[in-house]
């Protein structure tokens, strides 16, 4: 298995940049949200296929995203589903 450091950005209620540091590895059973920040596609996806996850492959950089964030590959543990999610758009709530 491999571990990375899966870095979610989010503000606090000073404005400021507060990085969160959660630890992720691949067959990880994680619990997710989306955040503020959160495009409709990925609200859609965890409200339909979550939000109960497993992890498939560790956060990284994309090409069909032209590599400007980082996406993690998750399967659902509650449907029959796998796909990708930006990291920018999710929080982990439980892991």
């Not at 509650?78 to 929080?91: C, R, T």
């Amino acid at each position: 298995m491999v571990d990375l450091l899966d870095i979610t950005a989010r503000r606090d209620i000073l404005g400021k940049l507060s990085i969160r540091k959660v630890l992720m590895k691949i067959g990880d059973n994680i619990s997710i949200r989306a955040n503020l920040k959160a495009t409709r596609r990925t609200k859609n996806r965890i409200h339909e296929k979550g939000p109960s996850f497993s992890v498939r492959s560790p956060p990284k950089k994309v090409v069909f995203d032209g590599g400007a964030g980082l996406w993690v590959l998750l399967e659902s543990e509650e449907v029959e589903w796998m796909g990708w999610l930006p990291v920018a758009e999710i929080e982990v709530i439980s892991s």
